[in-house]
């Protein structure tokens, strides 16, 4: 059967890839995003009694009313937002679907859609099932800051969204109040939407604050912000996260929702509800991952890697390794994982064209004695 590719140019993913290199080469892996550590024993436990108390048929299709009634209260305390969570959340089968389901409801074919590269994979794949088009602008070498110039510049008459994402993966760049203001500035007047990627929200280091496009009245006008239980409660393999956005937007997204996905999973909505009663679980993470991010840098301090900036946010470190090899990232990457038994994520799987300036990505988000174990295999790199 020939069958006409709807991306003729995608390979397998590099989390996928490296995932699978790590474990054929029992190397320890730092690099898809996921912790090694176990989830809240209480959270199992919401989760085990709302599957024994009877709540395993389907949810309603935005999402279990209770859960989304916390949601409403958690954003309107941290954000000072006030979310309608009748018509203005909904609870999806994880972010990276309420990605696809958001650029699916907005995009007609021959759209544009600015992405700021390096960006989370799954961008543009989504864009273009829908035939459009990314726009890609880089952010700056080597901190990764917003060249706002260039992002003005490459809005068009076809401009239909621009993709944002702080804290930022795979750099570890968190958007600053000025950023906000620009993306306010830029967008004021045009009918550019926002896709706001804040599945990091819980995860700014170093006494930041997270901004998010809920806290500002034009933009949230305009916005899908995405949400992952994932990467909250340290359970990514449970695929779930929430979108959300203003009634009229929300209405259209619920219509392509029912038709793709209906509903996401219910023991787990009723356990959330329940377990984010206790914020101290979300509100702790700042702490929890600024004290992994510092022993970590610690750990590789004597190691040849270049830190150009410590990670201000989301669970990822960047590393340059120009001091010890010319290798593009993906060779240096796979030959890390082969011989040394590390794996990471070279950066340039995360730029559109393959641009490679040289650096890997290290996730943190791993036991402590995983992380020494992964500094301890390094240290060959002394020897080399
Ligand atoms: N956005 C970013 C920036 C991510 O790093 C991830 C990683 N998982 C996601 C979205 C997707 O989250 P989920 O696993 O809930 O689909
Ligand atoms: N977001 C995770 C990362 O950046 C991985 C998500 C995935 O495997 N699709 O590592």
Redesign the pocket.
């Known amino acids: 059967m020939h069958l006409i590719s709807k991306l003729p140019h995608a390979g397998t993913?590099i989390?996928?890839v490296m995932?699978n290199l790590a474990h054929q080469y029992n190397a320890i892996n730092l690099?898809?995003?996921?912790p090694d550590y176990p989830v809240s024993p209480l959270l199992i436990q919401c989760v085990n009694e709302a599957m024994a108390a009877g709540h395993n048929q389907y949810a309603p299709m935005p999402g279990l009313p209770q859960l989304r009634n916390v949601l409403s209260a958690k954003i309107e305390k941290l954000y000072d937002a006030v979310v309608n969570p009748d018509t203005e959340i909904t609870i999806t089968p994880g972010a990276?679907y309420a990605i696809y389901t958001a650029l699916t409801t907005i995009l007609q074919p021959g759209d544009e859609v600015i992405v700021l590269e390096p960006a989370?994979?799954?961008y543009i794949p989504n864009i273009e099932l829908n035939g459009a088009k990314a726009v890609c602008v880089p952010l700056q070498y080597p901190d990764y800051s917003v060249n706002w110039d260039l992002v003005k510049d490459s809005i068009t008459g076809k401009t239909k969204a621009i993709i944002i994402n702080s804290p930022h993966?795979?750099t570890g760049y968190v958007w600053t109040a000025d950023d906000m203001q620009k993306l306010d500035e830029m967008t004021r007047d045009t009918h550019v939407f926002i896709l706001s990627d804040e599945?990091y929200e819980h995860i700014t280091l170093d006494g930041r604050q997270h901004e998010s496009v809920l806290k500002y009245e034009q933009l949230r006008a305009r916005s899908f912000v995405l949400y992952s239980f994932g990467k909250v409660l340290h359970a990514?393999g449970w695929k779930m996260g929430y979108c959300v956005a203003p009634e009229n937007l929300m209405k259209e997204f619920r219509k392509v929702h029912q038709f793709i996905g209906f509903t996401a999973n219910t023991p787990m909505q009723v356990a959330f509800a329940r377990f984010l009663e206790h914020e101290e679980e979300y509100l702790g993470l700042p702490a929890f991952f600024e004290k992994k991010r510092d022993l970590f840098l610690e750990l590789i301090s004597d190691l040849p890697f270049t830190i150009y900036k410590k990670s201000q946010g989301s669970y990822?470190q960047l590393a340059g390794y120009e001091k010890f090899s010319t290798l593009p990232d993906k060779n240096f990457a796979t030959w890390l994982t082969k011989e040394i038994g590390v794996a990471t994520?070279p950066v340039s799987a995360f730029n559109h064209d393959g641009q490679d300036d040289h650096l890997i990505?290290f996730?943190f988000a791993k036991k402590d004695s995983t992380l020494t174990d992964a500094a301890a295999r390094m240290k060959k790199l002394l020897l080399k």
């Open positions: 993913t989390f996928t995932s690099s898809q995003g996921f990276t989370y994979d799954s993966n795979p599945v990514t990822f994520i990505r996730c």
